[in-house]
Nanobody
C-alpha cells in the first residue's frame, strides 16, 4: 500500500516562509505527477502546484512567484517552498500523487492526510 506523509506545516507571520515536504512510501513502481492542494476554512479544495515526472510545473495564479514546487525522483519526495506568505494562504495543505504500485498495475490517485499552515500575526 502506498502512503504519502506531509511535514513542515505550522504557524508563520505574514511575509514569512515555510517549506512543506511530502514523502511517498510503500510499493512504488512509478510516480507520475505530484502535487500540492489546499483547503481553506469554508472553501473548496484547490490545486496549489503540480509537477510532472519530467519536471514541468504548474501553479495557481494566487501563488505564482511566491511558491516553488520541486521533486526528488530518487527519493520519491515532493516539496513546496512558500514565501511571502499571506493570511489567505492559511489552509490545510495536502500532498497528492498519481502512483503505480507495480508493472501492469493501474495508476492510483493517492492523498496525504494534510498539514496545517496558519499565517497570522
Amino acid at each position: 500500500q502506498v502512503q504519502l506523509e506531509e511535514s513542515g506545516g505550522g504557524l508563520v507571520e505574514p511575509g514569512g516562509s515555510l517549506r512543506l515536504s511530502c514523502a511517498a512510501s510503500g510499493s512504488i513502481f512509478s510516480l507520475n505527477y505530484m502535487a500540492w492542494y489546499r483547503r481553506a476554512p469554508g472553501k473548496q479544495r484547490e490545486l496549489v502546484a503540480l509537477i510532472t515526472s519530467a519536471g514541468t510545473t504548474s501553479y495557481a495564479d494566487s501563488v505564482k512567484g511566491r511558491c516553488t514546487i520541486s521533486r526528488d525522483n530518487a527519493k520519491n519526495t515532493v516539496d513546496l517552498q512558500m514565501n511571502i506568505l499571506r493570511p489567505e494562504d492559511t489552509a490545510v495543505y495536502y500532498c497528492n500523487a498519481f502512483i503505480r504500485a507495480g508493472i501492469g498495475s493501474p495508476y492510483s490517485n493517492v492523498w496525504g492526510q494534510g498539514t496545517q499552515v496558519t499565517v497570522s500575526s
